[in-house]
């Protein structure tokens, strides 16, 4: 079981260009997660995915879209990155909301907008 | 959303026990407290939740208080490697609408 894995580990874009950050978990998780985590801050959710086929906004959509592929993966785009956007971004699987309550988390991506 | 309070820091020594405090003085009587802990440079991991009673795993204990409105990871002998920043959250029961919100959490230094 690999869990959570996240490509790139790292990224520099410049202002404007687009990009993908891919998630998968092979640990046959429901619900899916996307954070952003600035310096020195908490993690703050950007979207989530509740079952394959669904997505819902979290707390900091702006600039972002995501697609579930299916069932294993999450991804999330910038469409034309921002230097605000430069932030650290994880990744997060559960099983079954209310069944069962451990998050795993995702290794990260370092992302740097220039 | 009901909020947590936390210290911004706390420090210990290695093979003490460690004490937590988690404020969150408006939690709903369906809230989960939930607590995560971030090494350095690592994704956030979960380490236990409980709802009203008293909860142990083999990471820690989570100690709630009567009332619900404070609570307490309890770390029985720090290590090294404990060193990390812990989050309390609160979340509802579940169901599509789950998700948690992390705050700024506690800096645990554990001292050699």
Redesign the interface.
Known sequence: NAGVTQTPKFQVLKTGQSMTLQCAQDMNHNSMYWYRQDPGMGLRLIYYSASEGTTDKGEVPNGYNVSRLNKREFSLRLESAAPSQTSVYFCASIPNPGLTYEQYFGPGTRLTVT | DAKTTQPNSMESNEEEPVHLPCNHSTISGTD?I?W?RQLPS?????VI?GLTSNVNNRMASLAIAEDRKSSTLILHRATLRDAAVY?CIL?G?????????????TLLTVNP
């Open positions: 989960y939930h995560y690592q994704g956030p991991e979960y939740h989050y979340s029961s579940g169901g599509s609408n789950y998700k948690l919100t992390f705050g700024k959490g």
